[in-house]
């Protein structure tokens, strides 16, 4: 007898962006916020009791949703919080999405939306977007998914989706409509008012960017109570740790150190793109914290190598429509100036 089921042996799995703990390298592959976390935060870390890890933490993480009531101005029970955001993408593939229950996005996107689907054994339907990366709504409404999943600012081209098309597709598509807000702290817009009129989307966030806690492992999802009832049946009990509960309500209360910080990504994003255009490289209108480009000779790959080799970690992934392509994360302006001196280098001609 197989130990797994078919799907699980015969899929590949999602393939992280290289983290090497411990070896020094200037890191833009995976989108990590280039300044440190709030002082509140590192105030509180050196303040922590140990007491408070004997017992099961609050398995529907108040601390946290109470944060987020008071800053987003929604009621406690429009929230779900999770293991980063990913896990609560997780609770709704497995929620929504079987067989005859597809997930459906626009490609290029977040890989894991694909990965999540697979281990559910769900259908998927990948709907095209155009160069521009403006959100193809029709494709999708026709698409008929139990699940339709946009990422705004998507990943990996930064391009953001307008609320008219997320009006459109909210009115127009039968099931749940989740609006993957991963980089919108460094957007100049953001879908939360649309949870309030529209009872089929779910807005994600996460603490992953824009404020620098990928490591903590904390997001959340706002939407109306039924549909936060029915995710919470799917979670862990204890899905959420006591340690990043605290630490987590912390940063979500200090929204003015989050957006100094993402003012200065934004600025040194302006910097970079027009540094990348002036090198002859195509950038892609980014509102999120890292650039789509393209090299001039759409050598990619080797480029992507040729900076792993200097010890600069940028993204490149090899799939259809991306394969001439790089996500560089944008990184502090010393990164950033390092990286174009690479580059420089590595794009002149003769
Ligand atoms: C589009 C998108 N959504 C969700 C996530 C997951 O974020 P988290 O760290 O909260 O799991 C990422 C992480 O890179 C992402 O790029």
Redesign the pocket.
Known sequence: MRYFRKKIESMLGYIPGEQMPGVRVVKLN??ENPYPPSPTVTAMLRNIDSECLRRYPDPFSGRVRRAVSRVFGVPEDWVIVGN???EI?SILLRACCEPRRAAAYAMPT?VLYRTLAEIQGARYIEVPYDEDYRLPVEGLIAARGALTIV?SPN?PSGTPVFHEDLERLSASVAGLLVV?E?YVDFAEENALELVESNKNIIILR?L?KGYSL?GL?L?FGIAQPPIIENLMKIKDSYNVDALSCLIGAAAIEDQTYKEETAERVKASRKNLSATLENLGFRVWPSQANFVLTRPPMGDAERIYLALKAKGILVRYFKQPRLEDKLRITVGTEEENSTLIQALTRLTAVG
Request: proline share 0%; net charge negative.
């Open positions: 995976t989108n980063g955001s990913d993408l977040y990422c990943s993957d991963a996460t992953s990928a492992r997001g």
